[in-house]
Each structure stands twice: as C-alpha cells, then as structure tokens.
C-alpha cells in the first residue's frame, strides 16, 4: 500500500507501539492504524513541505506544485505520469483547474503554519 505521511508521524508512532503517552506538544498524528492495515485507513490527503526560504510545496497523489518564495517562480509536475519531474506543468491550460486547487492550498496550509514568507505568496 502506498499512502503519503509525514516523517514526523514516525514519533508518535512509535510512542502508541511501545505503550507510551504521546507528548501533546507533538502536531503530528500516529499511523498505528496503517501499520496494523486497519481496513480504511489513509495517509495524508496533501503533504506540505518547505526548505530554508527558498522552496514551498503541495503534493498529492498525482501532482506536486513547487513554489520559490524568493524569485516568485512556480512549477506543477504529474508525479503519477512524469515522476523524474521533467515536463512542467505549470502553463498548460489543460491542468488550470490542478494548478488553481494546489495553489489554494498550498496557501491554506502557509497560512494554517504561519510560514514567515506568506508575503512572498504565489500569484500564478
């Protein structure tokens, strides 16, 4: 089964296998119930990701929008189709609807983490 998580799932984890009380200052959720195949469980809808302040991301299933903060340049990739990332997705009117929904979110989850470049927020 491939699900996307969250590196950071791997502590809480880890404390619920080995019987302990995960801290409440952890923000991330275990995957005991992906581990044990629970029937339904699911990873993250979205996965966001950032690198020092020059690299934001979103990335689902199919698609991984890459936003640059510093030079304002954006790039969307069908990670499904195209996964070594080489055709740019970014101006193809075909994938508007992609591009719009990822852009969105990508600025929901700046906003919900409180991202220190949200003024550097991608426009298109």
């Given at each position: 089964?491939?699900?996307?998580?969250?590196?950071?799932?791997?502590?809480?984890?880890?404390?619920?296998?080995?019987?302990?009380?995960?801290?409440?200052?952890?923000?991330?959720?275990?995957?005991?119930?992906?581990?044990?195949?629970?029937?339904?469980?699911?990873?993250?809808?979205?996965?966001?990701?950032?690198?020092?302040?020059?690299?934001?991301?979103?990335?689902?299933?199919?698609?991984?929008?890459?936003?640059?903060?510093?030079?304002?340049?954006?790039?969307?990739?069908?990670?499904?189709?195209?996964?070594?990332?080489?055709?740019?997705?970014?101006n193809?009117?075909?994938?508007?609807?992609?591009?719009k929904?990822?852009?969105?979110?990508?600025?929901?989850?700046?906003?919900?983490?409180?991202?220190?470049?949200?003024?550097?927020?991608?426009?298109?």
């Open positions: 089964m491939d699900e996307k998580i969250y590196m950071q799932s791997v502590y809480p984890t880890t404390c619920e296998l080995a019987g302990i009380k995960v801290p409440e200052t952890v923000d991330y959720a275990s995957i005991v119930p992906l581990v044990h195949g629970q029937k339904g469980a699911r990873g993250e809808d979205l996965i966001f990701n950032s690198y020092i302040e020059t690299q934001r991301l979103v990335r689902t299933d199919q698609y991984k929008l890459i936003h640059y903060p510093k030079i304002g340049r954006n790039q969307l990739f069908d990670v499904r189709n195209d996964p070594r990332e080489t055709n740019d997705l970014i193809d009117s075909k994938h508007a609807a992609v591009k929904d990822l852009l969105a979110a990508l600025k929901r989850k700046r906003e919900e983490l409180g991202d220190g470049l949200l003024s550097a927020s991608p426009q298109k």
